[in-house]
């Protein structure tokens, strides 16, 4: 159940929305937990990886006290993300925290982005807390390339745990990253999957995010060849939903279902971005496509008030970008240095 209402979960009074310098109402945030993952995915990790120390992360009541001052600031969706946020110890205090605001009406949604690995273990108390939807990403319904994917993934437990949390009242939306010559052929067959269990899918080209080993043009498959595959056994109808995100929806006329295309690299999705980002170490990036961040954990430990923490939100908004540098090519490096993981996926 949500915790009960207190004065400290009470809605703050009217203050000025985050409005960036191109007039986009900022109510979005993303929090990274964690830069750790139980899986390394050929795509978002190297396989050796070196993790940040603990010193350097928020901890869960920092995160808890940063979360609130965007609320105050109109900020109506939290999503988590990690790494694999659910493997963070005692996360689920962090939600329990956050829930209040779900209690109160300051905050419309709470949700996270996971590879189920561990939803088995936490999908009912998410439900009581009163998330609603989970995205999960997964890339293949075959295990033997679902390992090699993941490099040390078990199939079985993710899929046990999307229906334990289907089972627990959540809405599960499917994201897939399209992998040329790893899972192209197999994006007709997840599609109907999902949509044969009522989620939706959503495809996701490939990101030039942090170096991994090898050459990621080896990895990109443009969602404009996937999507004319399906269209050729589809009928896919553009749909009007807009989230202020990256996808572009279509209703599947075959299957009723929903597909969603994000699409960083061929085409630019960022006009109606409503949303900025916040890592684990508390750097806050406008952009997940540039380098430009404002340092929250310097304001956060400088004093228990929120004077400087607000201060430092509205400075960073003002810098606020247009949009993305995204570019894959052969031989280049990645276009920004850190890893998806350390952002929040």
């Known amino acids: 159940m949500w915790g009960p209402r207190t004065d400290e979960s009470a809605a703050a009074p009217s203050v000025v929305p985050l409005i ?3 007039q986009r109402a900022i109510t979005y945030l993303r929090i990274s937990v964690t830069d750790r993952c139980d899986l390394r995915c050929v795509y978002c990790m190297a396989e050796e990886m070196n993790f940040l120390p603990k010193r350097d992360l928020l901890t869960l009541e920092e995160l808890d006290r940063v979360c609130g001052v ?29 829930s209040r605001h779900l209690g109160s009406g300051a905050l419309d949604e709470l949700t996270l982005t996971t590879n189920g690995t561990q939803l088995g273990r936490f999908a009912a108390e998410l439900a009581d807390l009163g998330v609603k939807r989970v995205n999960v ?40 990253v399209a992998l040329k ?40 498959l443009p969602l404009s ?27 599947v006329a075959e299957t009723g279902g929903r ?3 994000i699409t960083p690299l061929t085409h630019n999705f960022c006009e109606s971005c409503n949303r900025v980002r916040l890592t684990c170490t508390g750097k806050l ?25 607000t201060d430092a939100i509205l400075e960073a908004i003002t810098r606020k970008p247009k949009g993305h540098d995204f570019v894959i090519e052969r031989a280049r490096p990645a276009a920004v240095p850190r890893h998806m993981s350390v952002t929040g996926g």
């Open 225 to 251: 060849v996937a999507r004319a595959r399906l269209e050729s056994r589809y009928t896919l109808t553009p749909l009007p939903d807009r989230t202020g995100g990256p996808a572009r929806y279509v209703r």
């Open 70 to 98: 965007f609320i105050e600031r109109g900020v109506r969706k939290l999503r988590i993300t990690g790494g694999e946020p659910l493997v963070r110890r005692d996360i689920m205090h962090l939600f329990r925290r956050l």
């Open 137 to 176: 990403s997964l890339d293949t319904l075959d295990p033997d390339k679902f390992r090699a994917v993941t490099r040390r993934g078990d199939l079985k437990v993710v899929l046990d745990g999307i229906e334990t949390a289907r089972r627990a009242g959540l809405k599960v939306k499917i994201n897939a």
């Open 181 to 220: 010559g790893v899972n192209e052929d197999e994006i007709a067959d997840m599609m109907a999957w999902a949509h044969s269990d009522g989620m939706d899918l959503t495809l996701i080209e490939v990101m030039p995010l942090g170096e991994v080993e090898g050459d990621r043009t080896e990895q990109f």
């Open 259 to 261: 597909l969603g295309f």
């Open 285 to 309: 990036y406008m952009c997940l496509g540039q380098e430009d961040a404002a340092d929250l954990r310097a304001a956060l430990r400088a004093s228990p008030d929120n004077g400087l923490v």
């Open 20 to 22: 960036d310098p191109y």
